[in-house]
């Protein structure tokens, strides 16, 4: 049944307590299926531009170079790039290394199962350290040692850290209430930590929760600095721009910034974006940070923009529409923004001169939704450019890599002709 269907796939999106509400979104899916996704929403696709969008689609080349699947085989929630390997978390608690180079290989001593039975949502890299987000409720850090051929990551830290639990303990100040006859200590995420960001430097890990709060660590020593309760509702997407703002999209259909101003202790609330009609499942953010993307239930991607020189208002400018289910993942490069989706696809956009988009390429491969997404400028190209003297100017070349949820990595060329 549409959207009930898709978080069914996807093994819970959201928190579970929103089930009332899940239903209540999907009783009406059929005939949302047929109908433009927030019809008061100006499509930055317009009418007008359908022929030069067929222009470009023809002009624009893609194939898939490989398919990677880990054995056992399992779902795949998270993906990210670092040097020269690409790793993936899966549902069964499986992080895994991959070689970018020819062939795309794992080394089978590489893998690691982390200590509990839940899924792997979210993965970044920082130095040689691996910060991975659980289904059970914590973050665990690993030492990535590629030059080893028998051990690729050592496990660092489990977060909280002992020592963090233990300093907060004696203290009743440092007990919020949980649930209604539980409390914790704020340092602990008491749900599902869903998403995983770095500050610009590496120096800060933000993670955000079902719980309904976003936490920051110190990535020197793992201390938990600050907790805060951000939502409604669970939240699902985070993402941290080069000048430290924090932008969290939650299962409440809302979008919230958020930063610490300077002499002030702990972030506060910049604004709120509303606009979708579901739940927010996937944010991310132009390289220089003056675009913000994010993805729904409701099949739409919003773009909000910033407004002058006020960080903390955003302008919405209008939707990228084109697919018919949940949009579950989003990445940005450049001019350049990929999408997946429940209806197991990837689109790439592209966002022109005059700030309206094309689709330049529907990737399409995966048997079901397409939970994560990686993107990088395909270095092979760089290097052939570089040995014929630079000649080849009329494309880039982008590799794009998507994990579904059919236990399926895919990597994707794409060659994106320059305006």
């Known amino acids: 049944m549409g959207l009930l269907c898709c978080h069914t796939e996807e093994q819970e999106q959201r ?17 949302l299926s047929s109908q433009p996704s927030l019809p008061s929403v100006p499509s930055l696709t317009p009418p007008a531009l359908q022929s030069h969008q067929t222009q470009n689609l023809s002009q ?55 200590a509990n039975n839940g899924a792997v949502k979210s993965l970044v890299v920082s130095g040689d350290k691996l910060f991975s987000a659980h289904q059970d409720h914590k973050i665990r850090v690993w030492k990535i040692q590629p030059d080893d051929p028998n051990l690729r990551f050592k496990p660092v830290a489990t977060l909280p850290t002992v020592g963090d639990r233990f300093c907060k303990l004696l203290s009743a100040k440092n007990y919020v209430q949980v649930r209604r006859h539980k409390k914790c200590t704020w340092v602990h995420h008491v749900d599902t930590v869903s998403s995983l960001a770095l500050s610009e430097d590496g120096s800060l890990l933000y993670s955000a929760s079902w719980d309904r709060t976003f936490k920051i660590w110190r990535t020197s020593d793992f201390k938990c ?17 080069s000048d430290g703002v924090v932008y969290t999209g939650s299962a409440d259909k809302k979008i919230k910034m958020w930063k610490k101003k300077e002499g002030e202790k702990n972030h506060s609330l910049l604004g709120t974006l509303e606009k979708h009609k ?25 773009v909000w923009e910033k407004d002058g020189n006020d960080e903390g208002k955003m302008v919405l400018v209008g939707a990228l529409r084109g697919h018919t289910r949940a949009i579950l993942s989003l990445v940005a490069m450049e001019d350049l923004v ?35 997404l990686a993107m990088a400028v395909d270095s092979n190209q760089s290097n052939n450019n570089n040995n014929n003297g630079g000649s080849d100017s009329s494309s880039t070349s982008y590799l794009v890599y998507s994990g579904g949820l059919d236990c399926n990595i895919k990597v994707w060329k794409v060659q994106v002709p320059l305006f």
Request: proline share 4%; with cysteine; glycine share 6%.
């Open 15 to 31: 928190s579970p307590d929103n089930s009332d509400h899940l239903h209540s979104e999907s009783s009406n899916a059929s005939s």
């Open 225 to 241: 600095l600050e907790s805060v309760r951000a939502h409604e509702d669970a939240i699902n997407a985070l993402v941290v721009s």
């Open 278 to 302: 579901s739940a927010v499942n996937a944010l991310a953010l132009s390289t220089d940070g003056s675009v913000l993307y994010s993805g729904a239930c409701d099949r739409s991607i919003l």
């Open 60 to 114: 624009s080349h893609h194939q898939l170079i490989t398919t990677l699947t880990s054995t056992p085989s399992s779902p795949v929630f998270s993906i990210t790039l670092h040097g020269k390997f690409l790793y993936t978390g899966s549902f069964n608690s499986e992080i895994r290394a991959w070689s970018r180079g020819p062939g795309f290989s794992s080394n089978p001593h590489g893998d690691v199962v982390s």
């Open 338 to 372: 990929c999408s997946g989706s429940a209806d197991n696809s990837v689109r790439i956009w592209r966002r022109g001169l005059d700030k309206s988009y094309t689709c330049l390429a529907v990737l399409e491969g995966h048997k079901k939704p397409v939970k994560c």
